[in-house]
Structures are given as C-alpha cells and as structure tokens.
C-alpha cells in the first residue's frame, strides 16, 4: 500500500477504535484463544512453554498445554507460535489531565498507553470532575483505555507547587481536605512536598480514620521515616530517601528548607547547590539506610521510582534530554513547547560539573532501589507521564529498564508493573497475573523480557478486557496521536 494511503487508512481506524468500538471494557463476541505461545504469568514461576490461553468475555477462562487444549469452535485463534504472552502493564505514576483537555489525555496520552500495554493506571494528580468523566468513558464502552483509580487534585503548602491544589496550613484544613475528597469518591490522597508537620500529621490521621490511603511526596518537612510510621502507603520519586540514608540527614533537610538568599546570584545559588549534592552524596550511612529500610519493611511501605522524570527532566543532563527523540512525533506541539521551556530551564548555563552531579544522583537512586529490592522491600513501576520528556506509555519500558539496571532481576522488574500494583490495589485476586478467572488483560511480544526487559516494546497485540487489538490497529492507534501531534 502507497505510503500516504496506509496513513490514511491507519489513521481512519484509529478514529474506529477511539469511538468507543475497540474500547479496553467491551466484551468479545466470541471467545478467543491464544495457541502454542510461552506464557510469562509474572508469579515468578518458570516461562510456561507451548500453551494455549482461551479468553472467554473479559477474563482468562482456561489455560494449557496446547497438545490438549480443547478451543471453542467458535473461538477467534491467535497462532502465538515462537511468542510470549504476559500480564498487561499497569503505570502507577500518571497524569492523564496533565496536557490540556478535553484532548490531551483522549488523544494524545491515553492511546500511547494502550499502544504500549499499558491496561491500569494510578493518576497521580488531576481535577476529580474530567477524571471521572473520563473513566466513565472508557468503563462504558465509549472509549478505548485502561483501568483508571485517582487522587484527585494535590494537598499541599502555600503556595502550592502544582495544580490542581487544595492548600493545607493546617490541621483544621487538613482533615477538611481529606473529608471533602473521600465524598468526592477519590481512591487515594496525594500529599505534596510543601506541606508543614502539622497539616501533614492531619492528613495522616484523618485518611486512617476513613479508611482512605495516603500516597505522594515526602514533604520536605518531614523524614521519610517519619512519613512511614503516619502511614503513608507510597512515596514516589524516591523524595526523602537518599536524605533519609545520610547521616547528615538533620544539617541537609535544614539547609534545604531554608528561604532564598536576598540578593544572591544565580552562580552563587548554584555553587551553594553543588556544595548541598556533594554533601548528600558522601554522607551515606549504612547504618542510617538499615534503620529506614526497618522501618519501610514494618509499616509496608511501597515506593515507586519514577525514574523517566528522574532521568529524563529531575536530574537531567544533555546526553539524557529527549528533545530529539524520535518517539516525540507523538508529542502535540503546544506540548513540546512547554517541554522546551522545562529543559531550557533545566540545561542553560549548567556546568559539566553540574552535570556529573546529577549523574551521580541517578546512580545513587538506583543503589538505593537495589537495596531496597534486596531487602525484600515492595517496589511498583511508575512514570510520572506526561512531565516534561517523559513520553507516555513508552516511558514505563524506560522505568522497567532502570529497574533491572538498579538490580532487579527482569522478572522482578516484570511484577513492578503487573503483580505488585495488583497487590497494592487490593486487586490480586482480578488482575496482575496470567490465570484463569482473572482480568483478560495480556500483552503478546515478539521476543521474552525475561531476555531483555526492553523487549516489553515489542508488543504484536494487546488484549484490554477480553478485547483485542492487533498489530495493525495499534499501529492505527500510534497514526492517530501522530496525526493530532501535528496540529495541536
């Protein structure tokens, strides 16, 4: 087919399958069976070789050995011959609101996770009104996407450092914030980092009186110590941590929290930085990471790295800004120039000193993920989409990379994105795993991630609660959000 006919084409069925016919919670007509495919069911046992998975509706209804499977007669077949099947992908760390609306998140955010496999996500951080809408939309039928559970908008200091925010400065508006959120129906509470002690404390309490979790940032108040025993059920982007394994923890959070200096210069501010990283990074205490690796492992504390945004914006250097990525075509203009302003702000006038420092940064959080890793600690994969370089959907085979290259094994790294969030969700018994009875949410690869995690990019189809899409639409899917890149 011609190059411009097949993007029209493409591009015509991505207008299909975004109008609710190919959405993820729609039920097969007829039953479909997976044949002769290596299944990966993410439990940690072996790769199951030459089986067949029957899909009946929008859960997994058999699985065996394909010498003896017996496959409806009316069933749909998919020859998985010399391909692996795993659990869909779950990304604990999105904003779906975050690219300006009614659009953003339909057609530029959400079908590049879908394209990539990704079937459940946590938003982090939205306005409770579009997030339901969109959820509504997509458990009716209307359109194409995964599982969606939110915060809602930030609890946070003055002023706030994100929006949208409900600011908290004290006690009283703290235990507000959480009763007018636990009515509006959120699945979590996001706490931010400019929160104080006592609005904090507040929000801890009252989420426990209601039975609500609390999940974010580790304000920079507090420790991530003491985040733990109020109960905070995740901290993302590892904040806290790496103060939390110095032994200069007290003098650094001080430092940190102190207001600008009047009249200082931007070279002066930045030597003072420098000094503060350096400091950081020689103060790591052995002792002082066992006495907060204790204390994650008695309250069940889960983290989740957020690695894309530590790398790609955070801490990022020249060699790791995306600006020319191919993978940006997807990216919506009026996007990438908000991009532009971010990595302008964070590259112009930095030193390579500067920028050793950062890489340094990364390195000593993914120690501090191995360590975690290793001490048996709960560990979930998470992106922090669509923050500036961060690209959806593609981003989470970026956090699973930095995972294994923390010292996770590629399966460990496998079950941060699909048995672990199942886990923390309540939801073990649904979804997370390749079993019958459960959520028919599966990605067929090309090749095994147990071989190299990346080739959790090497999707030929994905099956979104019992739906499939195959090759062809996912690539109908990826013309699309191209398309609206182009002019949006």
């Keep these: ?47 199951q070789a030459d089986m067949t998975v029957i899909v009946d509706g929008p859960k997994i ?43 953003g998140s339909r057609e530029f955010i959400i079908p590049l996770l879908v394209a990539n496999g990704i079937t459940t996500i946590r938003d982090m951080g939205g306005s409770v009104e579009l997030l339901k809408k969109l959820r509504s939309e997509i458990q009716s039928g209307k359109r194409i996407g995964p599982q969606i559970l939110f915060t809602g908008p930030y609890l946070d200091g003055n002023p706030p450092s994100f929006q949208p ?84 923890e007290d003098q650094l959070r001080s430092e940190k929290t102190k207001p600008p200096v009047a009249g200082e210069s931007v070279e002066a501010a ?14 790591a205490s052995a002792e002082k990471t066992a006495t907060l690796l204790a204390t994650f492992a008695k309250n069940r504390t889960w983290n989740v790295p957020t690695f894309p945004t530590l790398v790609h914006i955070g801490f990022m250097t020249p060699r790791t800004d995306l600006a020319g990525d191919p993978r940006m075509k997807y990216v919506p203009r009026s996007v990438q120039a908000n991009w532009q302003t971010a990595r302008s702000s964070q590259l112009g006038g930095y030193s390579a000193e500067d920028f ?66 199942a886990e923390f969700l309540g939801r073990s018994a649904e979804q997370g795993t390749i079993q019958a009875g459960k ?22 189809a994905v099956i979104c609660g019992g739906k499939l899409l195959d090759r062809g639409q996912l690539d109908a899917m990826l013309a699309g959000v191209e398309n609206f890149a182009k002019t949006h």
């Excluded at 930045?270 to 103060?283: A, N, P």
């Excluded at 340094?360 to 360590?371: L, N, P, R, T, Y």
């Excluded at 028919?440 to 190299?452: E, G, I, K, N």
């Design 1 to 47: 087919m011609h190059g411009s006919l097949r993007k029209q084409w493409l591009f015509l069925i991505s207008l299909f399958l975004t109008t609710g016919l190919g959405a993820c919670s729609s039920v097969r007509d007829t039953p479909l069976a997976i044949t002769h495919v290596t299944v990966i069911d993410a439990t940690g046992a072996p790769p």
């Design 61 to 103: 209804s058999a699985i065996g050995p394909s010498n003896s499977a017996a496959i409806p007669s009316k069933a749909k077949v998919i020859d998985g011959a010399g391909k692996f099947l795993i659990p869909g992908l779950a990304d604990m760390h999105v904003h779906l609101t975050g690219a300006g609306e009614p659009n």
């Design 165 to 248: 925010s409900i600011v908290v400065q004290n006690a009283r508006e703290g235990t507000a914030a959480v009763d007018e959120l636990r009515v509006e129906g959120v699945d979590f509470i996001k706490v931010q980092s400019r929160l104080q002690p006592e609005a904090y404390f507040a929000i801890a309490s009252e989420s426990k009186k209601l039975g609500i979790r609390f999940v974010g940032h580790v304000p920079d108040s507090i420790t991530a110590a003491e985040a733990s025993d109020a109960g905070q059920a995740s901290i993302e982007h590892l904040t806290g941590i790496l103060l939390g394994m110095s032994d200069k």
């Design 270 to 283: 930045r030597r003072r930085d420098r000094i503060w990283t350096k400091t950081l990074l020689d103060s």
């Design 356 to 421: 050793a420092l950062r890489d340094a940064i990364i390195q000593h959080s993914m120690d501090a993920v191995g360590i975690m890793n290793g001490a048996g600690l709960p560990l979930m994969a998470g992106t922090d989409t669509a923050a500036p370089n961060v690209i959806p959907g593609f981003s989470l085979r970026e956090e699973l990379e930095y995972m294994v290259r923390s010292g996770l094994t590629p399966m460990q790294a496998l079950q941060a994105a699909t048995l672990k969030p």
């Design 439 to 460: 959520r028919a949410d599966l990605v067929l690869l090309d090749a095994s991630p147990l071989t190299d995690i990346r080739n959790t990019e090497r999707i030929q």
